[in-house]
């Protein structure tokens, strides 16, 4: 199965932007859809953003919509999450996942089988 490593995480300020990026290695990185999900500390982990296997459909969580902005370059085995506009809220340790196929829908954790160890980011206000 595909192994996944997420970058670009840190400290910025309110209104700032981010991109993370995450690598995967192994299988066919086209096989997958994936998905970036987020968690707080004492909170659930939680959909942000999700992609089909070639890009062509998008998923957003309502409290993102508008500013994240999810892409794949299935060349580079690589899916992208820009963040701009961040808010103190947006802090979290974010992790990207993939998925074999979304049977219930690209937001429900247990459609992945494959998870990065997260990275974090944090918004100062």
């Known amino acids: 199965q595909v192994h996944l490593v997420e970058s670009g995480g840190g400290l910025v300020q309110a209104g700032d932007s981010l991109r993370l990026s995450c690598l995967a290695s192994g299988r066919t990185f086209s096989d997958y859809a994936m998905g970036w999900f987020r968690q707080a500390p004492g909170m659930e982990r939680e959909f942000v953003a999700a992609?089909?296997?070639?890009?062509?459909?998008?998923y957003y969580a309502g409290s993102v919509k508008g500013r994240f902005t999810i892409s794949r370059d299935n060349a580079k085995n690589t899916v992208y999450l820009q963040m701009n506009n961040l808010k103190p809220e947006d802090t979290a340790l974010y992790y990207c996942?993939?998925?074999?196929?979304?049977?219930?829908?690209?937001?429900?954790?247990?459609?992945?089988?494959?998870w990065g160890q997260g990275t974090q980011v944090t918004v100062s206000s």
């Open positions: 992609i089909n296997w070639n890009g062509a459909s998008k």
């Open positions: 996942a993939a998925a074999s196929s979304w049977s219930r829908g690209p937001s429900f954790e247990n459609e992945y089988n494959v």
